[in-house]
């Protein structure tokens, strides 16, 4: 069985200030890892995934996540938060095993609040 | 807009009585999949659809729900006599098969009030 923890419920950051949410990830062959974001009232939006190569990948609006198999993370990263960036995240994984087809399973998610 | 659309975006409806909504994916991705999404909770896995074929289902998925892709194309889930513990966002998904084209694309969700 795959699963995702993410283990702060909120991260409270000021504008300008790195941002970082934390996922740690269970699966029993290669890990597929991605993020999502969800604004109110919207469905989940596609932030970035790892499939396979640099560990460090770059997605939208400037996020960046660091694959650490060793420590199997994948913590979801700003350099410089905006207020615009207050949303629901969720990171997810699936197995890698075709026989999975792309189903994700998803982490409880993180409330990021950012204060100008 | 060619994203992926659910119908509708709000249901009310009193306990023991039966709910359907509908999910139309993006027109070339194969595989359609519905989550269940509670306040405060990430999604949960129901049930996917490769085109039409039902592959896999939660245990989350009681008798009282069934979902259908009679065509392979749009997407029906049906929840029979419904429960209380039925109030969620319901969301639906799809996807390509194709290498390279893994992440799933989310509609904005029905949610389910049932009083």
């Known amino acids: 069985a795959q699963s995702v923890a993410q283990p702060e419920d909120q991260v409270n950051v000021a504008e300008g200030n790195p941002l970082t949410v934390k996922c740690t990830y269970s699966v029993s062959g290669n890990p597929y890892l991605f993020w999502y974001v969800q604004y109110p009232n919207r469905g989940l939006q596609f932030l970035l995934k790892y499939i396979t190569g640099d560990n460090l990948v770059k997605g939208s609006y400037g996020f960046e996540a660091e694959f650490n198999k060793s420590q199997t993370s994948f913590h979801l990263k700003k350099p410089s938060a905006l207020v615009s960036d207050s949303a629901l995240y969720f990171c997810a994984v699936r197995d890698g095993i075709k026989a999975a087809g792309n189903k994700l399973t998803f982490g409880g998610g993180t409330r990021v609040l950012v204060k100008p | 807009d060619t994203g992926v659309s659910q119908d509708p975006r709000h249901k009310i409806t009193k306990r023991g009585q039966n709910v359907t909504f509908r999910c139309d994916p993006i027109s070339e991705h194969n595989r359609l999949y519905w989550y269940r999404q509670t306040l405060g909770q990430g999604p949960e896995f129901l049930t996917y659809f490769q085109n039409e074929a039902q592959l896999e289902k939660s245990r989350l998925l009681s008798d009282r729900f069934s979902a259908e892709r009679p065509k392979g194309s749009f997407s029906t889930l049906e929840i029979q006599r419904t429960e209380q513990g039925d109030s969620a966002m319901y969301l639906c998904?799809?996807?390509?098969?194709?290498?390279?084209?893994?992440?799933?694309?989310f509609g904005s969700g029905t949610q389910l009030s049932v009083l």
């Open positions: 998904a799809s996807s390509s098969d194709l290498p390279g084209n893994e992440k799933l694309f």
